[in-house]
């Protein structure tokens, strides 16, 4: 057995912060240039690229969305045929739901987590570039098939019989069915990747009681994941298996079910929406907390808060079936299960607002958006609570009043805080402040043009216009009401767009930020702006959750880590006590043959059942070169 | 499509619901008690959520009284200033468990409420079809029963049974004046029970995606008094007229020699295909193709001259005519009142 | 920012052992989500029989002969499962490369199995969709079966080569042992109603 002999002289406690600066950036650093920029596994870097991606798939959402709003400005509009507008509202959901809204969180957690944990990388950093190149690949196939008119035109929840062999010839439900499998393949490596960070690699001394609030959010989000993705991969991969081979999970003539689609969709459909919101409210209690200038009102209260808003998210599923005919008590049990979120939803408003009430409130951009953020969200919750109703919801399901509904949620619930967060850590990540003047107009444009396009929609559904129409007569007389809100339509879509330029023309010329323009408590603020690549030359020790506010002139550190190799702290669960100095591993390019691999054998698989035979080959071949050991310092126990 | 000016004021009216929609679709505007027992719902739940949102916009506008122009040190921690905050948060938990539990057993009874069975119902079977609708009219003699499509009659205060079959995709019936909606879902049968109480014509549409032509899937209630319902059973129950005039009658030559006989059926003829609606009486209906257009002969003609430009996508094939030959046909088919 | 030095970690192990170890919380995450889809499998297959009429629906029942000879290769191989983990916790690098040959084995043994498994469902998976979930059932966890053999085959081959005498690869070894572990419990509830629930 040889351990590697510990050699006094390399740990950095003998180093001064120059020499173990560069000593540290030697050995985490991602090099210049293509091949080392493909095979780095910096979390900062690839969580970057994951931001940038995500918010590029938000524009091309939106602009679908401004599509759609063309052709529905006008009863009896050509601005495009049905079959391509089924397309675009597909794509619409599909894109912002699994290319958008998800990753985003994800791509946030990614690039903060560690930070705020006071780690040096994620756990799993090379299961992390995979991830980030199955994202793309699965956003390249979607939008691919689009472009070649093959998208997707069976809705974001794709129920069978419609998206079924017999109704879906041709590709068009398999490449929604893969997309599916791309885009769940890369959630679940962030969440597994998440939980292990988050578990183990807290900076000494932060106990359960000590975790940020958005850290737990994203703890008790990679949970719901890796509970209910499984049900949709389960779901699309047994459509495929219909499409493909002939079995016959949901045919009813041969003992299938239609509805057993529903159930496993739903089942993972439900949670996905806390997947979206509960980041977003990790996200509002930080950026409450910084901008109320104390520390949060009812720590324990939003965490159970959050946990127990995940443990009910699997109880709810059935209120998007409710009037499939299932049994009524039943249905009513979900009645309850749905209006009892409202519960811990009350709690998080209510803290928040006794934090805000009791602080000093400061009226910076991203506190705007917390702002704008509680106006649209519970109102938000409202109509939800009002869907959950069972007689309620047989008259506005499927109408605009759901599409009202979720946006109110999706946009002001998600969607604010997101834009918040990021006039709050773009600092942090490039160096550089977004313009308060600008952000102040982005604010205001998306918070009116947003209630200004998706609040009609509330009546339009209750005056009877169904969802997903591509048209509708002039006598129903919708039309002035949705020409409202395609005009509405563009001024979200303006602030959007100033929202764009303003985070583009700040990478240059913003403001230079320093470590901590906000004084906000976290970790993430402790180390520069942007932050080197090693993240902290000396981890950080923490002994409460404010560190920043409880210790002001100094940061508690810890020493004895090696600088020659990557290295980072492993703690226990519970209190963080360290346990272990664990390598980190080094770049690889593996991740992304693997991430090519994959994706052939996935895209294969739509035409041919023995891709899964064959395509596995080269994916083991660069599993094994991914794992092989290469002989660094790494490699040592 | 027709260029229609602006209409400013309904733009304005759109907060108050005034200019949208009309009361023969709308949850808005009952013409049954069930609807209306629906409306009371909605209103009773909008007003309560609606306090209750205010409630809290109030508390969050205040909470800027004390804001700063600029970020200061942060607070030290004190628990004696936060007993006050705690016991309001408190207050305000317990009352949201209030409300969402009586909210819960509202929608509870009212669910009760909805699922009422009445032997003397009238039974209709609903096969719903992409992207149309088939109605039989059940009756215990198997002669009496008929068949129409995307229009029914129903008669004013007796409740009316549905049964909902789907052979193709999933659909979903609603009539938001009349009830909320049911999804007809294949290999599974659902019904529905639904009361006119005020005569009228009542519009449902198609609520669940269903592909293409989606958006063009309505059909017709028409509730009306039950002496000219019964007049209208006796009518749907005849076979077709004979054509009265030489081009009509030269029109059924021509719709039975060709494919129009192997997708419908038109009762008293030869013509007995199923893919298609059943046309005995098609011109006695308001509309046709589930509430595209208007039932004119000019409108019937265009129709089988046409399907796919009109309805693109739907289930009929465009039948190559000679225009003598359109014209005959759609005599035929103004005919079959 | 000023630092301020409080606590030396140069004593701490250079390779935690299980729960103090990343890979094992990994390993952990994964079968907690391979899990749920294994759990939501087998409910989809108790909701079908939920809705047949009759069970098996248009076969008879499985034969017992195959998939029992696997249970119970599967249920013996839990012994030198169990060696092998041992061994690489006293890092007993000879042991352990006896006992990795020993897991080779026994993780090619069922794979073999299997293929005589499937012709014993009497169905095809493309006649209903009873023969729909069965052959998913045994599809989703021969995969298991052959990612796991795999990884024993890449870790007997690295046991033998210079890398092989490495704390961090002997946690290898004990992650692969945890996560066969698991692939046994899997099937055992797998079993019972592919073979079993048909006979109730
Ligand atoms: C971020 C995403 C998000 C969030 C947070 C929510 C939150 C909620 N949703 Fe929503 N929902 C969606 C996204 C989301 N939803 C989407 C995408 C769909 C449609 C999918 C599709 O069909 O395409 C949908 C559809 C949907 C349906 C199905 C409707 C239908 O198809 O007919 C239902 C039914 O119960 C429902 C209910 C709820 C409830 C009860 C909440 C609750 O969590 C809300 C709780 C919050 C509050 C209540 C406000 C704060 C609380 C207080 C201030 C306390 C005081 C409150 C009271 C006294 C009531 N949602
Ligand atoms: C997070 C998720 C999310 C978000 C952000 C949005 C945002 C928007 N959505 Fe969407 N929506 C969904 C999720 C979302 N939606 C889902 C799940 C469905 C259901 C789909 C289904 O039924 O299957 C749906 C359905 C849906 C419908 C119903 C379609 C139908 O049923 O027929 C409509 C109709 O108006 C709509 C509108 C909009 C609008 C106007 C926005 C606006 O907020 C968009 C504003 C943004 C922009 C306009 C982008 C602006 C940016 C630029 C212009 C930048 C220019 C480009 C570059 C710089 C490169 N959405
Ligand atoms: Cu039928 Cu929509
Ligand atoms: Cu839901």
Same mark, same amino acid.
């Given at each position: 057995m040889s351990v590697a002999p510990e050699e006094p002289e390399v740990l950095d406690r003998r180093l001064d912060a120059a020499a173990l600066d560069r000593r540290l950036d030697a050995v985490w650093q991602t090099p210049r240039g293509l091949w080392a920029a493909l095979a780095t596994v910096d979390h900062k870097i690839i969580g970057r690229r994951y931001i940038a991606t995500a918010f590029v798939f938000l524009a091309l959402g939106g602009l679908l969305a401004v599509a759609m709003r063309l052709q529905l400005a006008r009863p009896e509009a050509r601005v495009m045929s049905a079959d391509r507008y089924n397309q675009v509202f597909t794509m619409h959901g599909a894109n912002m739901m699994f290319l958008f809204a998800v990753p985003v969180m994800e791509a946030m957690a990614v690039y903060l987590v560690p930070l705020m944990v006071g780690t040096r990388n994620i756990a799993f950093p090379r299961l992390n570039a995979f991830s980030y190149w199955m994202y793309v690949a699965g956003g390249i196939v979607l939008w691919g098939a689009f472009v070649f008119d093959m998208g997707p035109d069976i809705g974001w929840f794709a129920y069978v019989p419609l998206s079924g062999p017999q109704y879906a010839p041709g590709k068009r439900a398999d490449i929604w069915a893969q997309m599916i499998t791309f885009t769940e393949v890369s959630a679940l490596a962030v969440a597994v990747e998440l939980v292990v960070t988050i578990f183990k690699q807290r900076a000494p001394g932060m106990s359960l009681d000590r975790i940020p609030l958005f850290v737990w959010s994203m703890l008790v989000t990679s949970f719901l994941i890796i509970i209910a993705m499984p049900a949709i991969m389960v779901a699309s991969t047994s459509l495929i298996l219909d499409r493909l081979i002939g079995t016959h999970f949901f045919n009813p003539a041969e003992g299938g079910d239609v509805l057993l689609w529903q159930h496993l969709f739903w089942f993972f459909g439900h949670p996905e929406v806390y997947i979206i919101f509960l980041p977003a409210v990790g996200m509002v209690s930080t950026l409450v907390v910084t901008f109320s200038r104390r520390p949060v009102f009812g720590y324990l209260g939003l965490v159970l808060a959050v946990i127990s808003t995940g443990i009910l998210a699997f109880g709810l599923w059935v209120h998007h079936m409710f009037v499939t005919g299932l049994p009524r008590l039943g249905e009513s049990f979900f009645t309850g299960s749905s209006m009892a979120i409202a519960i811990p939803s009350g709690v998080q408003i209510f803290c928040w607002l006794a934090t805000l009430w009791s602080g000093r409130p400061v009226l910076k951009v991203p506190l705007l958006f917390v702002y704008a953020f509680l106006f649209t969200f519970v109102m938000g919750g409202m109509t939800g609570v009002m869907v959950a109703s069972v007689p309620f919801d047989t008259q506005v399901h499927d109408t605009y009043f759901v599409v009202a509904h979720f946006h109110y949620v999706l946009? !002001? !619930?998600a969607v604010f805080p997101l834009m918040g967060a990021v006039y709050y850590w773009f600092p942090k990540i490039t160096g550089r402040l977004m313009s308060e003047r600008v952000g102040r107009w982005v604010a205001g444009l998306v918070f009116v043009g947003f209630n200004l396009t998706f609040f009609p929609m509330h009546l339009l559904g209750l005056a009877g216009m169904p969802r997903r129409v591509y048209t509708y007569p002039a006598e129903m007389q919708w039309g002035s009401v949705n020409l409202f809100i395609s005009l509405s339509a563009l001024v979200l879509a303006s602030g959007f767009l100033l929202f764009f330029w303003d985070a583009f023309r700040s990478l240059r010329h913003g403001i230079p930020a320093g470590d901590n323009p906000w004084d906000a408590p976290t970790l993430e603020w402790a180390t520069s702006s942007p932050p080197p690549s090693y993240n902290f030359a000396r981890l950080p020790v923490v002994s409460s959750a404010y560190p920043l506010w409880d210790e002001r002139d100094a940061l508690s550190v810890a020493t004895g880590l090696r600088p020659d190799r990557r290295e980072v702290l492993v703690s226990s669960v519970a209190d963080a006590r360290p346990e272990a100095r664990e390598s980190s591993p080094r770049n690889s390019i593996w991740p992304l043959w693997t991430a090519i691999a994959t994706s052939i054998m996935l895209v294969w698989s739509i035409f041919t059942p023995w891709a899964v035979v064959w395509g596995s080959i080269p994916i083991a071949t660069a599993l094994i070169g991914w794992f092989w050991p290469k002989g660094v310092p790494e490699d040592d126990a | 499509m027709t260029a229609r000016p602006l209409r400013l004021p309904a733009l304005a009216a759109v907060l108050a619901c005034g200019g949208c929609g009309t009361p023969w679709q709308s949850a808005l505007h009952p013409g049954g008690a069930q609807a209306g027992g629906l409306l009371d719902l909605i209103t009773i739940f909008t007003a309560v959520c609606g306090i209750v949102w205010l409630l809290v916009m109030i508390v969050t506008l205040l909470?800027? $009284? #004390? #804001? #700063?122009a600029g970020i200061e040190a942060p607070l030290p921690r004190d628990e004696g200033t936060e007993r006050r905050p705690r016991r309001a948060v408190q207050a305000a938990v317990a009352t949201t468990v209030v409300i969402i539990a009586g909210l819960t057993l509202l929608s509870f009874f009212v669910t009760r409420g909805l699922t009422a069975d009445d032997p003397q119902a009238l039974v209709v079977r609903v096969r719903a079809y992409q992207w149309w609708w088939e109605f039989t009219y059940q009756d215990? $003699? +198997?002669?009496q029963a008929f068949t129409v499509a995307n229009e029914i009659h129903v008669p004013v205060g007796r409740p009316v049974r549905f049964l909902l079959e789907a052979p193709d995709v999933i659909h979903s019936f609603w009539v938001p004046s009349l009830a909320g909606k049911q999804d007809l879902i294949p290999g599974r049968s659902n019904e529905i029970t639904l009361v006119a109480d005020q005569p009228g014509v009542y519009r449902g549409q198609c609520a669940q995606f269903c592909g293409l032509q989606h958006a063009h899937m309505a059909f017709l209630v028409i509730a009306e008094p039950p002496d000219r319902f019964a007049a209208w059973q006796v009518a749907q129950r005849q076979p077709a007229p004979e054509p009265a005039t030489d081009e009509a009658s030269v029109g059924r030559r021509i719709f039975l020699a060709r494919q129009c006989a192997a997708c419908h059926t038109i009762q008293g003829t030869t013509a007995s295909g199923t893919l298609g609606p059943d046309l005995t009486h098609v011109a006695s209906r308001r509309y046709i193709a589930a509430g595209l257009l208007p039932t004119t002969r000019g409108s019937l003609a265009a129709w089988t001259a046409d399907p796919q430009t009109l309805k +693109?996508? @739907? @289930?009929m094939p465009m039948v190559p005519l000679g225009s003598d030959e359109l014209s005959a046909v759609s005599a035929y088919l103004t005919s079959l009142r | 920012m000023n630092e301020r030095i409080v606590l030396d970690v140069s004593h701490l192990t250079l390779h935690g052992k299980s729960s103090a170890s990343v890979t094992w919380w990994g390993t952990f995450a994964f079968m907690l989500l391979e899990g749920t889809g294994f759990a939501l499998l087998i409910a989809v297959y108790l909701y079908l029989e939920s809705l047949a009429s009759e069970w098996p629906l248009g076969a008879p029942p499985p034969d017992l002969g195959p998939g029992s000879v696997l249970t119970a290769v599967l249920i013996a191989s839990l012994v030198p499962n169990y060696l092998i983990a041992r061994w690489a916790e006293q890092e007993n690098l000879h042991k352990v490369r006896i006992g990795i040959v020993i897991m080779t084995v026994l993780g090619i043994v069922p794979v073999v199995l299997r293929f005589y498994e499937f012709p014993a469902l009497h169905i095809s998976w493309d006649s209903n969709a009873y023969g729909s979930i069965l052959w998913a059932l045994l599809g989703l966890h021969l995969t298991h079966l052959v990612t796991d053999l795999g990884d024993t085959v890449v870790l007997a081959i690295l046991m033998f080569t210079r890398h092989g005498a490495n704390k961090r690869r002997l946690g290898d070894i004990q992650d692969n042992a945890l996560y066969w572990n698991f692939v046994v419990a899997t099937w055992l509830p797998i079993y019972v109603c592919i073979y079993w629930v048909p006979r109730l």
């Amino acid at each position: 057995m040889s351990v590697a002999p510990e050699e006094p002289e390399v740990l950095d406690r003998r180093l001064d912060a120059a020499a173990l600066d560069r000593r540290l950036d030697a050995v985490w650093q991602t090099p210049r240039g293509l091949w080392a920029a493909l095979a780095t596994v910096d979390h900062k870097i690839i969580g970057r690229r994951y931001i940038a991606t995500a918010f590029v798939f938000l524009a091309l959402g939106g602009l679908l969305a401004v599509a759609m709003r063309l052709q529905l400005a006008r009863p009896e509009a050509r601005v495009m045929s049905a079959d391509r507008y089924n397309q675009v509202f597909t794509m619409h959901g599909a894109n912002m739901m699994f290319l958008f809204a998800v990753p985003v969180m994800e791509a946030m957690a990614v690039y903060l987590v560690p930070l705020m944990v006071g780690t040096r990388n994620i756990a799993f950093p090379r299961l992390n570039a995979f991830s980030y190149w199955m994202y793309v690949a699965g956003g390249i196939v979607l939008w691919g098939a689009f472009v070649f008119d093959m998208g997707p035109d069976i809705g974001w929840f794709a129920y069978v019989p419609l998206s079924g062999p017999q109704y879906a010839p041709g590709k068009r439900a398999d490449i929604w069915a893969q997309m599916i499998t791309f885009t769940e393949v890369s959630a679940l490596a962030v969440a597994v990747e998440l939980v292990v960070t988050i578990f183990k690699q807290r900076a000494p001394g932060m106990s359960l009681d000590r975790i940020p609030l958005f850290v737990w959010s994203m703890l008790v989000t990679s949970f719901l994941i890796i509970i209910a993705m499984p049900a949709i991969m389960v779901a699309s991969t047994s459509l495929i298996l219909d499409r493909l081979i002939g079995t016959h999970f949901f045919n009813p003539a041969e003992g299938g079910d239609v509805l057993l689609w529903q159930h496993l969709f739903w089942f993972f459909g439900h949670p996905e929406v806390y997947i979206i919101f509960l980041p977003a409210v990790g996200m509002v209690s930080t950026l409450v907390v910084t901008f109320s200038r104390r520390p949060v009102f009812g720590y324990l209260g939003l965490v159970l808060a959050v946990i127990s808003t995940g443990i009910l998210a699997f109880g709810l599923w059935v209120h998007h079936m409710f009037v499939t005919g299932l049994p009524r008590l039943g249905e009513s049990f979900f009645t309850g299960s749905s209006m009892a979120i409202a519960i811990p939803s009350g709690v998080q408003i209510f803290c928040w607002l006794a934090t805000l009430w009791s602080g000093r409130p400061v009226l910076k951009v991203p506190l705007l958006f917390v702002y704008a953020f509680l106006f649209t969200f519970v109102m938000g919750g409202m109509t939800g609570v009002m869907v959950a109703s069972v007689p309620f919801d047989t008259q506005v399901h499927d109408t605009y009043f759901v599409v009202a509904h979720f946006h109110y949620v999706l946009v !002001g !619930g998600a969607v604010f805080p997101l834009m918040g967060a990021v006039y709050y850590w773009f600092p942090k990540i490039t160096g550089r402040l977004m313009s308060e003047r600008v952000g102040r107009w982005v604010a205001g444009l998306v918070f009116v043009g947003f209630n200004l396009t998706f609040f009609p929609m509330h009546l339009l559904g209750l005056a009877g216009m169904p969802r997903r129409v591509y048209t509708y007569p002039a006598e129903m007389q919708w039309g002035s009401v949705n020409l409202f809100i395609s005009l509405s339509a563009l001024v979200l879509a303006s602030g959007f767009l100033l929202f764009f330029w303003d985070a583009f023309r700040s990478l240059r010329h913003g403001i230079p930020a320093g470590d901590n323009p906000w004084d906000a408590p976290t970790l993430e603020w402790a180390t520069s702006s942007p932050p080197p690549s090693y993240n902290f030359a000396r981890l950080p020790v923490v002994s409460s959750a404010y560190p920043l506010w409880d210790e002001r002139d100094a940061l508690s550190v810890a020493t004895g880590l090696r600088p020659d190799r990557r290295e980072v702290l492993v703690s226990s669960v519970a209190d963080a006590r360290p346990e272990a100095r664990e390598s980190s591993p080094r770049n690889s390019i593996w991740p992304l043959w693997t991430a090519i691999a994959t994706s052939i054998m996935l895209v294969w698989s739509i035409f041919t059942p023995w891709a899964v035979v064959w395509g596995s080959i080269p994916i083991a071949t660069a599993l094994i070169g991914w794992f092989w050991p290469k002989g660094v310092p790494e490699d040592d126990a | 499509m027709t260029a229609r000016p602006l209409r400013l004021p309904a733009l304005a009216a759109v907060l108050a619901c005034g200019g949208c929609g009309t009361p023969w679709q709308s949850a808005l505007h009952p013409g049954g008690a069930q609807a209306g027992g629906l409306l009371d719902l909605i209103t009773i739940f909008t007003a309560v959520c609606g306090i209750v949102w205010l409630l809290v916009m109030i508390v969050t506008l205040l909470t800027l $009284r #004390r #804001r #700063r122009a600029g970020i200061e040190a942060p607070l030290p921690r004190d628990e004696g200033t936060e007993r006050r905050p705690r016991r309001a948060v408190q207050a305000a938990v317990a009352t949201t468990v209030v409300i969402i539990a009586g909210l819960t057993l509202l929608s509870f009874f009212v669910t009760r409420g909805l699922t009422a069975d009445d032997p003397q119902a009238l039974v209709v079977r609903v096969r719903a079809y992409q992207w149309w609708w088939e109605f039989t009219y059940q009756d215990p $003699r +198997p002669d009496q029963a008929f068949t129409v499509a995307n229009e029914i009659h129903v008669p004013v205060g007796r409740p009316v049974r549905f049964l909902l079959e789907a052979p193709d995709v999933i659909h979903s019936f609603w009539v938001p004046s009349l009830a909320g909606k049911q999804d007809l879902i294949p290999g599974r049968s659902n019904e529905i029970t639904l009361v006119a109480d005020q005569p009228g014509v009542y519009r449902g549409q198609c609520a669940q995606f269903c592909g293409l032509q989606h958006a063009h899937m309505a059909f017709l209630v028409i509730a009306e008094p039950p002496d000219r319902f019964a007049a209208w059973q006796v009518a749907q129950r005849q076979p077709a007229p004979e054509p009265a005039t030489d081009e009509a009658s030269v029109g059924r030559r021509i719709f039975l020699a060709r494919q129009c006989a192997a997708c419908h059926t038109i009762q008293g003829t030869t013509a007995s295909g199923t893919l298609g609606p059943d046309l005995t009486h098609v011109a006695s209906r308001r509309y046709i193709a589930a509430g595209l257009l208007p039932t004119t002969r000019g409108s019937l003609a265009a129709w089988t001259a046409d399907p796919q430009t009109l309805k +693109p996508g @739907n @289930n009929m094939p465009m039948v190559p005519l000679g225009s003598d030959e359109l014209s005959a046909v759609s005599a035929y088919l103004t005919s079959l009142r | 920012m000023n630092e301020r030095i409080v606590l030396d970690v140069s004593h701490l192990t250079l390779h935690g052992k299980s729960s103090a170890s990343v890979t094992w919380w990994g390993t952990f995450a994964f079968m907690l989500l391979e899990g749920t889809g294994f759990a939501l499998l087998i409910a989809v297959y108790l909701y079908l029989e939920s809705l047949a009429s009759e069970w098996p629906l248009g076969a008879p029942p499985p034969d017992l002969g195959p998939g029992s000879v696997l249970t119970a290769v599967l249920i013996a191989s839990l012994v030198p499962n169990y060696l092998i983990a041992r061994w690489a916790e006293q890092e007993n690098l000879h042991k352990v490369r006896i006992g990795i040959v020993i897991m080779t084995v026994l993780g090619i043994v069922p794979v073999v199995l299997r293929f005589y498994e499937f012709p014993a469902l009497h169905i095809s998976w493309d006649s209903n969709a009873y023969g729909s979930i069965l052959w998913a059932l045994l599809g989703l966890h021969l995969t298991h079966l052959v990612t796991d053999l795999g990884d024993t085959v890449v870790l007997a081959i690295l046991m033998f080569t210079r890398h092989g005498a490495n704390k961090r690869r002997l946690g290898d070894i004990q992650d692969n042992a945890l996560y066969w572990n698991f692939v046994v419990a899997t099937w055992l509830p797998i079993y019972v109603c592919i073979y079993w629930v048909p006979r109730l």
